[in-house]
């Protein structure tokens, strides 16, 4: 069964030197292939100098390369030489190599005997310091005690205001109801 002239390329015919589903003979770059060795296609680096992921040679821009920090002082991610906060880094212990007072027991106190709410942040808070300072980020422990403190004070603020509230509120609802209640007296 033939459809149409298959030798002389008619319709049916197939391409010279192959079908539409073959790949090209080794070397040509077809769809599906790599080309050789050394040609630089799309899933390859260019043998040398610059490609998409490589650094730029140095001198240019900020001391060398995009991801690089500047030579001596001064970049986004370096932490300030000693002197800022508690030690001075955030990979260097401070001197003493015990960790800042954490409040965990005013922060329990405030919690049960004051204001609920704040007394949370201030457990939360404390509670962070010790891990802070195991993990290295001793400015992030001094900092976390910091907040527990404040925290803290602020609960028992909020304490004491709330109790002062109660017991003029006491006072005053016993003013009334003696006030209200008739007196007896006889003459």
Known sequence: MSYGNQGDGGYGAQPPGGGY????????????????????????QPPS???YGQQPPSGGGYGGGYGQQPPSGGGYGQQP????????????PPAGGTPPDNHLVWAIIT???????????????????????QMGD?????????????????????????WVL??????????????????????
């Open 21 to 44: 589903g073959q790949q090209p003979p080794s070397g040509g770059g077809g769809y599906g292939q790599q080309p050789p060795s050394g040609g630089g296609g799309y899933g390859q």
């Open 49 to 51: 100098g610059g490609g």
């Open 111 to 133: 919690t049960l005997f004051c204001c609920l709410p704040l007394g949370i942040v201030s457990i939360v808070k404390s509670t962070q310091v010790n891990s802070k300072w």
């Open 81 to 92: 030489p000693s002197g800022g906060g508690y030690g001075g880094g955030y990979g260097q």
């Open 138 to 162: 001793y400015q992030g422990a001094v900092q976390a005690s910091e907040e527990a403190k404040t925290w803290w004070k602020r609960s028992l603020i909020a304490g004491i205001i709330w």
């Open 166 to 187: 109660v017991i003029v509120g006491y006072i005053l609802l016993f003013v009334i109801l003696a006030a209200s209640v008739p007196s007896t007296s006889s003459y």
